[in-house]
């Protein structure tokens, strides 16, 4: 299957490092000197800007900086929660320019706030990695980014949800696809796409999808389950994917309060984060699998490209991509899946 674009995996034991095209970003900023190796000895400050920073994921992705920072060693990390605000995503950008941080990484709340942020902190000549949500600057380039290919992703999801659903023997009338997630979000969007294309690929009579737009919460997608399965009474069996886990875990809550017993859902989450919580306590769930993505992953990932720019004057890589599993309840322990 296509794939958006080419990825390349970075970093030792998680990631793996790819040989870079020519014409990486040489560290050279717009507005002021170049940052590559500016920073030989001495502490590194990094601020981590986070949208939605109480999510399990973006907490394991703040404590991985962490983590990668004290194996690293003098390396100072900064942690801002931006909410859904891009308002505060901009505060907290200018407060960390002002405090001369010497690298930042931004998951930005609204992908539209992308060339402001990109300009500013080429304008200050601090370095900046995206992580988890691509962004771009006014000509439409994109800035050095950390996190997962939306549309692999996707496709996992789909296909797992893909085997399960020909495992059950259901039949396409009896049957609807929920796809739960936020609209604006093109990562977001990459996943959900890819997932339908990747069960289409294997399933010859697709249901009938009913997609949602939600605010990625697990409240939010429970609410707007409400009314679609409202509308849908006479449906008996039901595959659930979105953009992550909290989409599917409200879409699988709001179908078993509905009456919907477990065993007539096939929810396939996003994340695994909280996809994991009924299957550490044991208790029957519409939640069969989900797609691990550990976001401490991320989060060291970010922090070592952007020692490695300012300390040894590395390119930072254009993409660095984390690796993905599909966990269920017979192994995600093994593959180091945290439920906490």
Same mark, same amino acid.
């Given at each position: 299957?296509?794939?958006?674009r080419?990825?390349?995996?970075?970093?030792?034991?998680?990631?793996?490092?790819?040989?870079?095209?020519?014409?990486?970003?040489?560290?050279?900023?717009?507005?002021?000197?170049?940052?590559?190796?500016?920073?030989?000895?001495?502490?590194?400050t990094?601020?981590?800007?986070?949208?939605?920073?109480?999510?399990?994921?973006?907490?394991?992705?703040?404590?991985?900086?962490?983590?990668m920072a004290?194996?690293?060693?003098?390396?100072?990390?900064?942690?801002?929660?931006?909410?859904?605000?891009?308002?505060?995503?901009?505060?907290?950008?200018?407060?960390?320019?002002?405090?001369?941080v010497?690298?930042i990484?931004?998951?930005?709340?609204?992908?539209?706030?992308g060339?402001?942020?990109?300009?500013?902190?080429?304008?200050?000549?601090?370095?900046?990695?995206?992580?988890?949500?691509?962004?771009?600057?006014?000509? +439409?380039?994109?800035?050095?980014?950390?996190?997962?290919?939306?549309?692999?992703?996707?496709?996992?999801? +789909?296909?797992?949800?893909?085997?399960?659903?020909?495992?059950?023997?259901?039949?396409?009338?009896?049957?609807r696809?929920i796809?739960?997630?936020?609209?604006?979000?093109t990562?977001?969007?990459?996943?959900?796409?890819?997932?339908?294309?990747?069960?289409?690929?294997?399933v010859?009579?697709?249901?009938?999808?009913?997609?949602?737009?939600?605010?990625n919460?697990?409240?939010g997608?429970?609410?707007?389950?409400?009314?679609?399965?409202?509308?849908?009474?006479?449906?008996?069996?039901?595959?659930?994917?979105?953009?992550?886990?909290?989409?599917?875990e409200?879409?699988?809550?709001?179908?078993?309060?509905?009456g919907?017993?477990?065993?007539?859902?096939? +929810?396939?989450?996003?994340?695994?984060?909280?996809?994991?919580?009924?299957?550490q306590?044991?208790e029957?769930?519409?939640?069969?699998?989900?797609?691990?993505?550990?976001?401490?992953?991320?989060?060291?990932?970010?922090?070592?490209?952007?020692?490695?720019?300012?300390?040894?004057?590395?390119?930072?890589?254009?993409?660095?991509?984390?690796?993905t599993?599909?966990?269920?309840?017979?192994?995600?322990?093994?593959?180091?899946?945290?439920?906490?």
């Open positions: 299957m296509n794939v958006r080419r990825r390349n995996v970075l970093g030792a034991g998680v990631l793996v490092t790819a040989v870079l095209a020519a014409g990486c970003s040489s560290g050279q900023e717009e507005g002021g000197e170049s940052t590559a190796g500016s920073k030989g000895s001495g502490e590194i990094i601020a981590v800007l986070q949208k939605q920073g109480d999510q399990q994921y973006f907490v394991d992705e703040a404590d991985g900086a962490k983590e004290a194996e690293l060693g003098d390396v100072k990390i900064t942690v801002a929660d931006l909410g859904l605000d891009a308002n505060q995503a901009i505060s907290e950008l200018d407060a960390a320019i002002a405090q001369q010497d690298g990484v931004i998951v930005v709340p609204d992908q539209q706030i060339p402001q942020v990109i300009d500013a902190a080429k304008q200050a000549g601090i370095p900046l990695v995206a992580a988890d949500d691509v962004i771009k600057d006014a000509s +439409g380039a994109e800035a050095p980014f950390v996190g997962f290919n939306g549309t692999q992703m996707g496709e996992s999801v +789909g296909a797992e949800a893909a085997k399960l659903y020909e495992e059950s023997g259901w039949a396409a009338a009896d049957t696809i796809a739960a997630w936020k609209q604006d979000l990562v977001c969007t990459d996943r959900v796409e890819g997932a339908a294309a990747a069960f289409g690929e294997t010859s009579d697709v249901p009938e999808t009913i997609n949602l737009g939600t605010d919460t697990p409240t997608a429970q609410n707007k389950a409400g009314a679609a399965i409202t509308a849908n009474q006479g449906v008996k069996n039901w595959v659930v994917w979105g953009c992550n886990d909290e989409n599917v409200g879409v699988v809550t709001a179908l078993q309060n509905s919907v017993k477990p065993d007539n859902i096939i +929810g396939v989450a996003l994340g695994g984060y909280l996809a994991c919580k009924p299957w306590a044991e029957p769930t519409g939640m069969k699998s989900a797609l691990f993505i550990d976001g401490r992953a991320v989060g060291s990932s970010a922090v070592e490209v952007l020692v490695k720019h300012l300390r040894d004057g590395e390119d930072l890589p254009p993409e660095t991509i984390a690796p599993e599909i966990v269920d309840p017979t192994n995600w322990q093994d593959a180091g899946l945290a439920c906490t």
